[in-house]
């Protein structure tokens, strides 16, 4: 049976087909998104979502990325051949949120809609930014590190990059509620791993030994805190709080151990399914808000197994 907003979908398509030089496949509206990257576990969850979201709604839906969340060059050609192909809308997770700018601009000039999702960029041509408050998700991560530590001591980032919006903003949440609410607690170490788990590791280990009385580490995406977590056990450290941010079973496993005290969860699979469901509705002339937010919430031992936690993480 046709739910109603398969029809609404399908209507839309053939309203578009019959007036639009956009590119269809087998006659449905054709929306590549253009991701980070394929290296993490989170990227397939939000892929995922984009899958479900197209089979609900009758659309054509590809997903790729660079191989590393540092290939900025080789995501913008990703971005020009989907520009390309003349596609109804675009979905664009950017690693710089001003590279993008020209190639944003040509897709206005084509009429092309386009949704951000995961990380937003310095222009107001997306339609909608399909995100986490990374804000917010930090502050909460800072709040729960001081808690661990006892509202006093050394601690350091490892975050992903300082050119995506989720890493701007990870970062800067953090920082600002260290600097708002914790005057007793020291951020002695800010460092950049490209979500590498290897550089991440190799980074936390240089943290480690210049700060051998250091208290707890935030590791600002999936590969970030792996990388975190690999150096604590591989120089056998003690005693240093490890709080995360994303999931994959190797956090999930970390924290069911001990060795992570948490992490931050985002709703990778929603990313996905509301960015596909935005780009509809920007084909369809519907008014976005400015943000769609897409959620999250802390977990560790004690609420990893709930049902509204579990149902938001990923292996």
Known sequence: MLTRRTLVAAAVAGSLLATSGAAFAQDKLYIPLVSKGFQHQFWQAVKAGADKAAAEFGVEVTFEGPDTEAQVDKQMDMLAAALAKKPAAIGFAALDSQAATPLLKQAQEAGIP?????SGVDSDIPATTVTTDNLAAASLAADKMAELIGGAGKVALVVHDQTSRTGIDRRDGFVNQVAAKYPDIEIVDIQYGGGDQLQSTEITKAILTAHPDIKGIFGANEGSAIGVLNAIRETGTKGVVVIGYDSGKLQKDAIRAG???????QSPVGIGYETVKAAIAAINGEKLPAKIDSGFA?????????PEIAAVLYD
Do not use: L
């Open 298 to 306: 802390w977990y560790d031992a004690t609420n990893i197994d709930a």
């Open 114 to 118: 386009i949704i951000a999702f995961d």
């Open 259 to 265: 060795e992570m005290a948490g992490a931050i969860t």
